[in-house]
């Protein structure tokens, strides 16, 4: 043991698991050295300095902070620590948000490590702390003096130095510290400073630190003496770019050498051929002029570069008028679509109102209906009908009203808003723009872009269009505007009172048959690299396909599996094992697999207590089945499967009808106080909710009561008042379109929606057969079966 080196003291008492008092934990660094009395943070991240950081702090202790010889090595061990290091007291321990650790520490004192002691988590070392030696002669003085001024000077030559660290080094007085400060701040190899961390003796390290910041100040002088050269280099360059911008002036005053001044006048040239309004016109001969006073270097002078453009290349001359043949829009619109009957004469009827008043305001269509059947489509039809150019922009998801009315130009990369991109794109004033999923737009931080909507959609106001970008009006009242939506609930009431709503139901199970024969197998053909004479499909196998394997409204999932189906042929084909190839229903579950979807209504009603009810929704309507169940309690209305408040109302008034009618229904008034009667409706992650199930209740709860089956081939929808009336209900083309394609044969609907029978389609009409409800009494002389001789009413339970 020599002079300078004493035992580690022993710390504070150790908590349980903790390492030996006289030990410290050990934390390796890679790349970077702690000297004692300075301030540094460490990031760590292995497993074993996490825990050795972490045991130091709960236990409030000192740890060794040491560099490690190898910085590849990832767990060092005694021969790969350098001998000394330094004791240091975490100030302060900080875990991000990535889960990276960080240590604030403070060196303390040199520490040698003697022994590394083994089972623990990490590293712990028995050692000695290096005691500073005293600061005294003149040798010592001398060298200390020179080390400060050297440390002042690399300061004044460092930029951005703060002034409480210059501060700092004229406080310092103990030469020992000095040089640790010197290692600590300055930049050289972790090596170096091991090396200066190693020396006690004051005069050797005094004069290592005094090379150290020698070399530095070398390089130092020298990137100042190159920094001076650029910065004079740099200097003559400016001075001559202002004599250039000078010269450039003169020129201009005398009309000489205009570099400029070609390009200037093709533009004023393009502002005179574009035929804008007059208040347009004088905007843009006003930009012109900043622009020919304007630097080409000056970032302002490409954004009045930009905006003129823009404002150039929209087209402001008014559109000549093209000839409408309505006799070809027919023959577009049977060509690109089938069937909807309805909307084509609605269509026809809108074009035939352009031709006769080019100039006069039409309507904004809004197409309203469930995924896939055809809404963007009509809409594309529509303009070629028309000749015209055509536009679409997506709306679904938009959230900022500058995206509709475009962002002010005091902004840098400002644009204009899709209104007029979508008129820029197109090049033509009249264009048929489609402004799809209207319904999908959202208010947010940045205003709602639904208000913006108003005044493109109403034609009062947009022939006067101001976009913030343009800051001058713009003419939309040639544009023909066509919505797409999903479901009416979500669009504000005064956009939704600016459109024509025209509805599209879904497609029955025979119009399918047809779109698919007539379209989809041919793109499907095409988009897979066959040909008609390679791949075709029966008629039967399409037929199963939009029964067993697809169940919706549109056509979307329709043409993947055909275009599955055909991938599959063209598997077979590629390989040279088939030249032509057919495809049959036999050949469906191999080729698709299992059918998905199967005719559950039999199944499910052929017990008492389950009806079919029928439900609408924003993709078209559905099946739904409402099952009752009895058991003994204390008459309480147990009500399960995911029901809104309207839902659960319209059950509790089911049942309260049933409790009035109970004697001319032969149900036994007993049952209601000695059993609960539990009221599901399966699907039971799917939220429902709406009065329309209100007779399907019923008659589920009658069934269960008296023990008579619901027919299986019925499905109703309506709503129930106390005195036994059926009200009328929404959504029943969809509702009666979904009970089609479920196999059912009747509907039972409320005689007040009689008005809506002319809606549903011509295919569905001639499947089913309607039932008419004035009364609750009119459903259960329809819907009931007759009752089982061999059991008494209220014995039946539901499956």
Request: charged residues 25%; proline residues 7%; aromatic residues 4%.
């Amino acid at each position: 043991m020599t002079d300078d080196a004493t035992p580690a003291p022993a710390p504070a008492s150790a908590g349980p698991g903790a390492p030996p008092a006289d030990s410290f934990a050990v934390i390796p660094v890679r790349n970077m050295v702690l000297f004692p009395e300075v301030v540094t943070p460490i990031t760590i991240g292995r497993p074993r300095s996490v825990a050795a950081a972490q045991q130091a702090v709960r236990e409030q202790r000192q740890v060794v902070i040491v560099l490690q010889r190898d910085p590849e090595n990832l767990e060092p061990g005694r021969a790969e620590l350098h001998d000394v290091g330094v004791v240091a007291n975490i100030l302060r321990y900080v875990t991000g948000a990535e889960g990276e650790h960080h240590l604030i520490c403070q060196g303390v004192q040199r520490f040698r490590i003697t022994e590394i002691l083994d089972g623990w988590p990490y590293l712990v070392a028995r050692g000695l702390h290096l005691a500073e030696p005293a600061d005294s002669g003149p040798e010592v003085e001398a060298r200390f003096l020179n080390v400060k001024q050297q440390a002042l000077e690399a300061l004044e030559l460092l930029p951005h130095i703060p002034e409480e660290l210059r501060q700092t080094i004229q406080a310092i007085s103990a030469p020992g510290a000095l040089a640790d400060m010197v290692g600590a701040y300055l930049d050289a190899k972790p090596e170096e400073k091991q090396t200066l961390l190693e020396t006690t003796d004051l005069v050797a390290r005094l004069d290592k630190a005094s090379a150290l910041l020698a070399q530095r100040l070398q390089v130092l002088r020298l990137s100042a003496e190159i920094g001076r050269q650029t910065q004079a280099a740099f200097g003559q360059r400016q001075r001559e770019a202002v004599l250039r911008e000078q010269m450039a002036a003169i020129q201009r005053e005398l009309g000489e050498g205009e570099g400029g001044g070609q390009e200037i006048a093709e533009l004023e040239a393009a502002i005179d051929k574009a035929e804008m309004p007059e208040e347009v016109a004088a905007q843009a001969r006003k930009e012109l002029r900043r622009l020919q006073r304007t630097p080409e270097a000056s970032s302002e002078y490409g954004m009045i570069r930009s905006y003129l453009d823009w404002l150039l290349e929209l087209p402001w001359a008014p559109p000549s008028p093209m000839p409408i043949d309505i006799a070809e829009a027919r023959r577009v619109l049977d060509e690109d679509h089938f069937g909807l009957e309805k909307i084509k004469t609605r269509i026809l009827e809108f074009l035939a109102v352009r031709k006769l008043a080019p100039e006069g305001k039409a309507p904004i269509l809004c197409f309203v209906g469930p995924p896939g059947v055809g809404k963007t489509s009509l809409g594309q039809s529509i303009a070629r009908a028309m000749g015209r150019k055509f536009a679409r922009i997506s709306l679904g998801g938009l959230h900022d009203e500058a995206e509709i009315r475009g962002h002010r130009r005091t902004y840098v990369g400002a644009l204009p808003g899709n209104i007029i991109q979508a008129i820029r794109k197109t090049g033509a004033r009249d264009a048929v723009m489609m402004l799809d999923e209207i319904d999908k737009m959202g208010a947010g931080v940045h205003g709602d872009p639904s208000a913006a909507m108003l005044e493109v959609l109403d034609p009062e106001q947009n022939g006067s269009f101001r976009d913030n970008y343009l800051g001058v009006p713009f003419d939309l009242s040639r544009v023909v505007f066509i919505a797409t939506a999903n479901m009416l609930d979500t669009i504000p009431g005064p956009l939704r009172d600016r459109m024509e709503i025209i509805s599209l139901p879904g497609y029955t199970a025979g119009e399918k048959l047809q779109i698919a024969t007539r379209y989809l197998v041919r793109r499907q053909l095409e988009a897979n690299g066959l040909k008609p004479d390679q791949a075709e499909f029966d008629e039967a196998a399409l037929a199963r396909i939009i029964v067993d394997y697809t169940r919706e409204a549109g056509v979307r999932s329709l043409e993947r599996e055909i275009g599955r189906a055909l991938r599959h042929v063209a598997v077979r084909i590629a390989e040279g094992s088939a030249e032509h190839v057919r495809i049959t229903p036999a050949d469906l579950t191999d080729i698709l697999g299992q059918p998905r979807f199967e005719n559950e209504v039999a199944m499910r009603t052929s017990v008492p207590g389950v009806a079919t009810g029928l439900a609408w929704t924003a993709v078209g309507g559905e099946i739904l089945f409402i099952e009752a169940a009895l058991m003994p309690g204390a008459g309480r209305l147990i009500l399960t499967g995911q029901l809104g408040e309207v839902m659960k109302e319209s059950a509790q008034a089911a049942l309260s009808l049933v409790k009035t009618e109970a004697a001319a229904l032969g149900v036994d008034a007993g049952l209601f106080k000695k059993n609960d009667i539990h009221v599901h409706v399966p699907a039971g992650a799917t939220p429902k909710d709406g009065p329309s199930a209100g007779v399907a209740m019923f008659i589920a709860l009658t069934s269960l009561l008296t023990g008579r089956t619901v027919r299986s081939d019925t499905a109703m929808t309506g709503e129930i008042s106390l005195r036994g009336l059926v009200l009328p209900v929404g959504g029943i083309k969809e509702k009666v379109v979904a009970a089609a394609a479920a196999g059912v044969k009747r509907v039972m609907l409320p005689a007040r929606n009689r008005g809506d029978y002319e809606e549903i389609p011509q295919e569905a009409r001639e499947q089913l057969e309607f039932v008419w409800l004035e009364k609750v009494g009119d459903a259960v002389a329809a819907a009931l079966d007759p009752p089982p001789a061999a059991k008494a009413p209220g014995s039946a339970r539901a499956a």
